[in-house]
């Protein structure tokens, strides 16, 4: 072993012989072929479960420092005060039972000539097969006067945990009468249709706690996921709220964390309530290892998910450029187990064949009601592309009793996806 | 070599294994032939839970893949009606529904 792991059970999990020779079928007269996994969210928590389901012999190690994680979908009940931040948190215990070794500490660096990560404490993994799911880093250097102070005033809560229960803290302690400001970006981001759902729920206490209060949107866009089902379920729910599109001067240019402004190019808007949702990349991990290009994100083949940028690494999730795929939970863990297969495969020496893949966004707009958007896709000159006459949106005409349907679904599609990757 | 990628996936989605099994040997020259997830197969656990929980999402694994099958094609016809299933099935073929419907039957 050309590295020392620091953890006895990281030990006996990748104890085993060199680094495979280059281009051989790692499984062959070799010892267990190593896949490392960075991050452990729905994409890289579900890859790491999936491989070992597929390649038993394999040894699976997924490096992430959180013990507990905290998940995004759902979050925006918990900031409305429809839901207890405890439904959003999972531990690594059933991922441990499943045979995966974790490493708990941040990946700081990749090595993709050695075949190598190394960790915050300096010791090192070697593998076969590296797959990257780092999910998002927020861009503090792209939006003048939001930066990690200016977050603890105006919080973003684009990642669930505390800037999520700050928010909603804030919200609890604002006076009735007050404004609550929501900046969302330019795509592509996290999430997509997440602010307009988050503004929904928002305005859903207001209406019930505050009701003389009042709600903006600033958007850096014209257009948005689910818009006509969003907005049509405002009119009936939530006059009180005002989305301000890009064409209106909806964007945001720069922030003054102490006064809770934001500066558009239309002018200043003061809020009570400032949540900004700021621009976004890749995680960090992503630029050390090479593996991101200008725009901040992941470039990858649409079959094997394998880095363009890099051999033998594979992104998966919010990082990845995936086409026509948003940066969503489901689309995380569709993606993750595509690649899976595909490692598998390549591990074995074999031509992975051509996955398709499936999205399903659910986006609560108030209790009972849901809306959705899914979307069935497939490789197609190098990227992953929507097949032609599938997807779409809910029905716009649809009546209460499908909203509340599809409630129902959001639901237990959260407990049944925790379920598969945590449980 | 000629090795016939796409139309052999379709054929070894549907047939699997038995007629697959020499054509994946002379292609891929693979120590062994794994049965291969089919494409789209994997997503569906996403939703629908193995056991019949409490969910109000049916369970698929273990079914019986006729009755998988006639859904889908029914989703697709618009003859049932879903909130999301309709949008979904018009993602796969007959082909590809069989392939995924043999393959959830055989999850347990």
């Known amino acids: 072993m050309r590295a020392r792991p620091t953890r006895r059970s990281v030990v006996q999990m990748l104890g085993a012989g060199p680094v495979a020779p280059f281009f051989a079928p790692a499984v062959l007269g070799q010892a267990a072929p190593r896949v490392v996994v960075i991050g452990g969210g729905f994409a890289g928590a579900t890859c790491a479960r999936e491989l070992k389901r597929q390649f038993g012999n394999a040894a699976v190690t997924l490096i992430e420092p959180n013990a507990t994680f905290t998940a995004c979908p759902f979050s925006n009940a918990v900031i409305a005060g429809l839901r207890d931040i405890d439904a959003q948190r999972f531990g690594y215990d059933g991922v441990k039972r499943a045979g995966i070794a974790i490493a708990p500490q941040a990946a700081t660096g990749v090595d993709p000539q050695a075949r190598r990560v190394t960790l915050a404490d300096k010791s090192a993994l070697n593998y076969d097969r590296l797959v990257v799911a780092p999910g998002i880093d927020l861009r503090f250097d792209a939006l003048p006067g939001y930066d990690n102070p200016a977050a603890e005033i105006m919080p973003h809560a684009w990642k669930a945990g505390e800037q999520t229960a700050l928010l909603r803290r804030q919200l609890e302690a604002m006076e009735d009468g007050g404004t609550v400001i929501i900046s969302a970006p330019a795509n592509p981001f996290r999430c997509p249709p997440g602010p307009y759902e988050r503004a929904s729920l928002i305005a859903h206490y207001l209406r019930t706690k505050k009701p003389r209060s009042k709600l903006l949107i600033l958007d850096a866009k014209d257009a948005f996921s689910k818009q006509r089902l969003f907005q049509n379920a405002w009119k009936v729910f939530y006059p009180n709220l005002e989305w301000v599109s890009l064409s209106a001067g909806g964007k945001v240019t720069s922030i003054d964390a102490k006064s809770k402004t934001f500066a558009t190019e239309f002018g200043d808007h003061k809020a009570d309530v400032g949540n900004v949702i700021p621009p976004q990349r890749a995680g960090r991990i992503a630029e050390a290892a090479g593996i991101a290009d200008r725009s901040g994100w992941c ?77 069935v896709y497939h490789p197609s000159n190098g990227l992953l592309a929507d097949v032609e006459g599938a997807g779409g949106t809910s029905p716009v005409d649809a009546p209460p009793s499908f909203r509340a349907l599809e409630a129902s679904y959001a639901d237990a599609w959260f407990k049944t996806i925790t379920a598969e990757i945590f449980g | 070599m000629i090795c016939p990628g796409r139309e052999f996936s379709a054929r070894r989605n549907v047939k699997h294994t038995i007629s697959a099994a020499p054509l994946l040997f002379i292609c891929f020259s693979a120590a062994q032939a794994q049965s291969p997830v089919p494409a789209g197969a994997a997503a569906c656990s996403g939703c629908h839970a193995p056991a019949p929980l409490s969910s109000p999402v049916p369970p698929l694994a273990g079914r019986n893949p006729d009755e998988i099958v006639a859904a889908m094609q029914d989703f697709r016809s618009g003859k049932r009606e879903a909130t999301i299933m309709t949008r979904i099935a018009k993602g796969f073929s007959d082909e590809e529904t069989r392939a995924i419907a043999v393959w959830l039957s055989a999850q347990p």
């Open chain 1, 299 to 375: 470039p990858i083949d649409p079959v094997t998910f394998e880095s363009k940028l890099q051999q033998n690494i594979h992104v998966i999730g919010d990082a990845a450029i995936a086409g026509a795929m948003p940066k969503s939970a489901f689309a995380a863990n569709s993606q993750a187990k595509a690649c899976a297969a595909a490692v598998a495969t390549l591990l074995r020496g074999e031509k992975p064949a051509e996955p398709k893949l499936i999205n399903t966004c659910y986006s609560v707009v108030a209790p009972d009601y849901a809306i959705s958007i899914a979307g």
